[in-house]
């Protein structure tokens, strides 16, 4: 029996195109007249029951998800052991679904999620449930194996390309007098693929960034320095963009990790934008800025980029064309090919729980900044500009609180 | 004798429209054939005769200049002294308008730059040289008297309010299982004109910011972080936008000034972000993220408000008028009325080293959000959306290096 009830959830850090792909996967699964459900909060929504209808969504509501960044559904930061070492743990999920004869799900994530995803077919084969599971590439940090990209990652760095280029601009207006320096933070533990991105801002010496620091090359900081300086007297200003995971290379430890703790003995909030300026405050004396857009780089959905907005709802069509093909679980990989790219399905294992560094040919000679096949890379996600519309002067993003739970099982067809 | 030479200079942060008003300025000067000058670096570039020509400009350029943000001329901060108490300190300017036949200075600034257009005026009477100054106000800050708001200010909070609401987005979706409270820190070290503004965002209670502190009232920490904690209680999590010039009731002294110093005995860099969220953590226990989009937020040229370009736009093209009608020196106020502005001369003293704090009844009983009277003042500056045009996926922000320093001095017409 093939009953095709499918459930869409994600979970870990949110971008400005998740909902684009929900918004056009509940679309098509209409389209196809598949009922579909979306979990609250990722897997802790299959855990807990908490399913949201989608069949009272208007077209109107429908266009308005797909402009609104972040999720409506709310995501989740939860792991779940393998069913093996701990069955009675999964007992929520498996009532969650019998009792909305859920046979499919479509969970978008990034390497976390991806291991979620395999988890709950392994969960699923030892209770001999059939349950299928496509995976739908997700994550700002672009650290996905089995993808060109990830949703997401595109949108966010044309917006910090987008404000480094701003910032650089106003760096250079007031050097003569007062900030010499300036440093914004950006997004990546482990990797540095948004910090290089921003290299695209610079087309010409003299605009920034001029340093990238990435986790990719443990930062020799006297080096940095040195460097900083002769760009500050070469070109009267400096501006660096540096991931929140880079590795001091004389402790191999991140930044961060060695800052001290406070009073209370609390580790100290803060991460490298405050620690680098300290450094340049203190040992080149130059008045230093710095900016750390957190949260706002990766729900700004003010400024997207278009092969991320085009790419997101093209994968959320392709999953429910995958389910209705009733094809293998798998996960849905993007593949560049001159210039397009194409929706390739490839094992679910392939991402989950490895975490992808920016190829060492990205990189300028001095580690620092990009090459010109890094260039080649970036240059075709950071293209085309897609905004939402306004009212009032305010973005219109999707109403929440018109998202209702599915209290009835869902029909079996 | 008239000779109607024209530098326009300005001075302090730049904002996203100062280059729109020279763009302006430089058209309209062009059309009744006004020779005009642009100083480099403001009151710099008149001590150390460093001009830009402006008639190497083409059309094209100047489209280009008004969409870029910050100041591609340069901006300073520097301090002149009254011309009785040091006359060296002048001769240096007075060169450089007597070479250049200079007899009308065009100055944009906040309260220190129109304080410097005192000074001008001042120094030229005693030193009996015909000269007038215009003063054309600027400054993201919104704290100058003598004008409804400062351009540079509505394209800020704009961008402000677009953020504060993206960032919301996210933190809700976060918040079940990771951050429950959010911050962004804003610019505004006396007033909390920016950070009151971004309460625009929030058109429900359950829409961020939920708290917003500001210089006006001073912090009472303990009944903060209970209201903090009450909220993330009541809505799940809690959304909170702080001045950066924000003052501990306890103390009377701004929360930056608190910090401790670091093992190298200077004072900590990090703002009310980091502090703020230090004292979430160690008082409540709650996950908190902050963003501190510094430079950003005034240099946010892709997303920029309709009033702010249109009037930047105005005050350039009616500062020109004024020079022809030989008006008398003057700041160039924005008086609204009935949902339009006129551009009316008033005293250069009016706002020269004041600054106007956000009226009490803006802000609503608790003084931590807006009251209707405040949404009334705030709506219409941050209506409309203007963008620039892209190349490549980065706007198309004028190249400094296409200026040029003017060498000969100006004919007399």
Known sequence: MVTQNIVYAHSGGVTSVLNTTASSLIATARKHQLPTLIAQNGILGLIHNKLYRTDNLSSQDLERLAQTPSSVFGSCRHKLPHHHDDPRAWDGFFNTIA????????????????????????????????????????????????????????????????????????????????????????????????????????????????????????????????????????????????????????????????????????????????????????????????????????????????????????????????????????LLGLQRSEGDWHIIPTSLHTCANREKPVPLEYFSDNKMHISPLGREYFQPLIAGEVYPTYHQGLPEYFDASQLHYQQQPQPII
Chains 1, 2 share one sequence.
């Open 99 to 330: 009792q909305h004869n859920i046979d499919c799900i479509i969970y978008q994530g990034g390497n976390d999620s991806q291991d979620t995803s395999v988890k709950i077919l392994e969960a699923a084969t030892q209770r001999q449930i059939a349950l299928k599971c496509y995976g739908i590439p997700k994550t700002i940090d672009n650290d996905l194996y089995g993808t060109d990209f990830s949703p997401g990652f595109p949108s966010c760095a044309k917006y910090l390309c987008t404000s480094i280029a701003e910032a650089s601009l106003d760096t250079r207006a007031m050097c003569k007098s007062s900030t010499k320096v300036f440093i914004m933070e950006v997004m990546g533990r482990h990797t540095g693929w948004l910090a290089l991105a921003t290299a695209m801002a610079s087309r010409q010496q003299q605009q920034g960034p001029h340093i990238i620091l990435t986790p990719e090359h443990p930062v020799d900081v006297q080096q940095w320095l040195a460097y900083t300086d002769h760009l500050v007297k070469e070109l009267g200003y400096c501006v660096i963009v540096a991931s929140e995971g880079i590795i001091n290379s004389a402790t191999g430890n991140r930044l961060t990790e060695t800052k001290q703790t406070d009073a209370f003995g609390h580790g100290q909030l803060g991460g490298v934008g405050a620690q680098l300026a300290q450094w340049i405050n203190t040992h080149l004396n130059y008045k230093t800025h710095y900016a750390i857009p957190d949260y706002l780089q990766r729900s700004a959905g003010h400024l997207r980029a278009a092969i991320d907005v085009y790419l997101a709802k093209q994968l959320g069509q392709r999953a429910i064309e995958l389910v209705q093909e009733q094809a293998d679980s798998c």
